[in-house]
């Protein structure tokens, strides 16, 4: 249901309202029709951010399960208990697995909050028990509930958000990616001499968070998008609801990033690494789910790089009389985009092998190192930032061995690659000498001079000859 379709439509009326261009629509066609490739495709740049070992990275492909802190301990706490009883009592939307069905259902209450995120305390200050478990009955018979008929107060309905969010069988980020958005929240940045300093590296973590965010479930992907443009807005209206954004992280973080059946003693060296990851994803929630652009464009030349995916549909409206007038602009804007997109990879990647270049100096003294090094050193131009390509040779100048070639080059003017065509295509004309060539640069220009007047021309060198010949010809018979 991800893919939308396009439908022409005839009705005049509607020409003048605007259309609506999705830009991750590729993505989301790549990503529905060829999960596999899609998946491999976003892993390969989540690696590239942050440093995932082998047991992470299974886990985060699903090959392997997700080990968890606090798994292996054998204490168990009341805390611990309390909840997994809780989780129990499954209903139809409380403590299942998510479903479109609970997602339409929850989604009532994100919309009543929108309308009243002015309440101090909001998602703070507990509401009635009484009237949570009236409305935590309605939503899952399904019936139809009317909020803002003022039985229910905004503490009643923000409480229950966070109840359906603890009740879900594992958290709304799931555990398999745990372990990376661990890594996301140590990206930081490097000073100019590689070392890694204290400052949040925001726009690689925006990065990876929109990468990480492309391979969750469909249903936790669709719910984490309203439940953080709600806390988005919750934070905006701080200065009435006195609940900032790391306030509503601490709220929140137990019940979408924390693991299921942990307690606070066993997050103790990563607790304030998991709620500064909330905090973050509700301050810049408004980037977080556009796919990056190298991603677009992969998706995008996935599908138009070939023809095969085009209809009779489209084929019919590039012939159309319109469609070519629009042909030499389109063709302008996909050179213009080609050009920039170029233009953007190749800074890109100048950028990354700086960072390489740069890391592997770095490096401690070791073998690796070592031969790193000399890899960099082998491909100096191809590896080293900064290197300019090597020089093309000069094309040689050609010439031609022949005196015919000579003749036609400084005199009748011809190129040397006609030159060439016309000695393969014609047989060598006969040679001329240098009487030859002074009587042709009196004729002018190779116009005037035809193959009768060249023939003339030896013909009267060679009558001088004959009459030589002749006399002596003559001599030698009188003295026999």
Known sequence: DAICNFVICNDSSLRSQPIIFNPDFFVEKLRHEKPEVFTELVVSNITRLIDLPGAELAQLMGEEDPKLPGANSTASGFFRSLMSLKRKEKGVVFGSPLTEEGIAQVSQLIEYLHKNLRAEGLFRVPGNSIRQQILKDALNSGTDI????????????????????????????????????LKIADLMLFDEKGNKTSTPDKERQIEALQLLFLILPAPNRSLLKLLLDLLYQTAKKQDKNKMSAHNLALMFAPHILWPRNVTANDLQ???????????????????????????????????????????????????????????????????????????????????????LFRHVHNMPDSAKKKKLIRQFNKHPTALTPGSDAPMSPAPRRTRSRSFSGLIKRKVLGTPVILERKSRDATPEPERVSKENVHLLQKCGSPAHMSQTKLKSLESRKEEPCRRMRARLLSKDSASL
């Open 146 to 181: 009317d909020l803002d008929s003022g039985e229910f107060h905004s503490n009643d309905v923000a409480t229950l958000l966070k109840m359906f969010l603890g009740e879900l069988p594992e958290p709304l980020l799931t555990h398999k990616h745990f372990h990376a958005h």
């Open 269 to 355: 060296e990563n607790i304030t690494k998991l709620n500064n990851g909330v905090t973050f994803m509700i301050k810049h929630s408004q980037k977080l789910f556009k796919a990056p652009t190298y991603i677009r464009e992969c998706a995008r030349l996935h599908y138009l790089g070939s023809r095969a995916h085009t209809s009779k549909d489209d084929l019919d409206l590039l012939t159309s009389p319109s469609s070519k007038e629009l042909q030499p602009l389109k063709s302008q804007k996909r050179s213009r985009l080609d050009a920039c997109h170029q233009e953007e990879t190749q800074q890109r990647t100048e950028e990354a092998l700086k960072e």
